[in-house]
């Protein structure tokens, strides 16, 4: 049995709050957040990008005091990443139409993993043309440093396009997409902002609401929960590791480990460089809490969640 059939067939029932494909039931849950600071942190980031119509109505929807969030995301890949994020966003979307009332509005959002360093995971792009060759880009991405830091240059732009020059199709459908990749590399300073640019320029008209955790609009929304986490900077890790020792009981591989004196927060020092933070006692290697307090009162996009505090980061600031 796969892990995907034992989670479908209720065998994983106790790792989970609800059952399987229990929609309803997570509709159904309260959530209490600050709804109006999230409806202005989405709007004026939407804002800032330029957002259709579409998606900053559902940003103004999310202030509404029994709102709901369909969440998914993806690391900011090249050419707007791998398909299957375009597919977890179109379903985000439908999901969102098909429950949402106007007592309980639910609304679409994507959430752009700029704060990931793993440049080898976004530099590239493959795509198949229709005359069945492929035609592969690989971009020379700085390592160890957030998506969301990297800095664009001309050069990419100019292989982007020598790529999708040599992409056979018909000219009435390559224009609007060599159009929409420039237009939206000029307008960005990042990596991550050209992702979210296209991502928008693809599904805002949907209501998809496109969010950047590391921009100044969005940031602050989860310093509450890092400094829980500063504060009991090993209890999340405890409970990854209690699961995945639960999980290989069961005959199952576990994704994720954390070490005994690793904590689930990275920090990016003065030289961009994300590193994961160790504790051992009340302190932590790169600095003392206080100071890692001040960087969070300061910046907080310089503190940022590990993979498996990410989700629970975005479960405890919105109202998913």
């Not at 237009?183 to 805002?204: D, I, K, N, P, V």
């Not at 949907?206 to 829980?228: E, K, N, Q, T, Y």
């Not at 994720?256 to 904590?263: G, K, V, Y």
């Amino acid at each position: 049995m796969t892990l995907l059939e034992a989670y479908r067939s209720g065998a994983l029932r106790d790792f989970h709050r609800l059952e399987p494909d229990d929609f309803e039931a997570g509709l159904e849950t309260p959530h209490a957040s600050d709804r109006s600071a999230l409806s202005a942190a989405a709007t004026a980031y939407l804002q800032a990008m330029g957002a259709p119509k579409a998606a900053l109505g559902n940003a103004k929807l999310l202030g509404h005091p029994d709102s709901r969030v369909v969440m998914t995301g993806q690391q900011a890949g090249l050419l707007g990443g791998p398909m299957y994020a375009v597919s977890k966003a179109v379903t985000a979307i439908l999901l969102a139409r098909a429950h949402t009332t106007e007592a309980r509005p639910v609304v679409p959002m994507f959430w752009v993993a700029s704060q990931d360093h793993d440049a080898d995971e976004v530099r590239s792009a493959t795509l198949l043309d229709l005359s069945e060759q492929l035609h592969t880009l690989n971009l020379p991405l700085p390592q160890g440093r957030a998506i969301g830091r990297i800095r664009l240059e001309g050069s990419w732009l100019t292989q982007t396009l020598e790529l999708l020059g040599a992409f056979d199709a018909p000219p009435e459908f390559k224009a609007p997409v060599l159009e929409s990749v420039t237009r939206c590399f000029h307008l960005s300073s990042t990596y991550a902002e050209w992702f979210a640019r296209l991502t928008l320029e693809l599904l805002g008209s949907d209501g998809l609401i496109v969010i950047d955790p590391m921009h100044p609009a969005i940031s602050p929304l989860f310093a509450p929960h890092i400094r829980h986490e500063l504060k009991h900077p090993l209890e999340s890790s405890r409970a990854i590791e209690d699961a995945a020792v639960r999980l290989e009981a069961l005959g199952f591989h576990a994704q994720l480990r954390r070490t005994a004196n690793a904590t689930n927060l990275f920090l990016e020092d003065e030289s961009l460089e994300r590193r994961l933070l160790k504790v051992s006692g009340e302190q932590f290697d790169a600095a003392t809490r206080a100071n890692l307090e001040t960087v969070l009162d300061s910046d907080p996009s310089r503190l940022t969640p590990a993979a498996g505090l990410r989700p629970i980061i975005a479960d405890a600031t919105f109202p998913v």
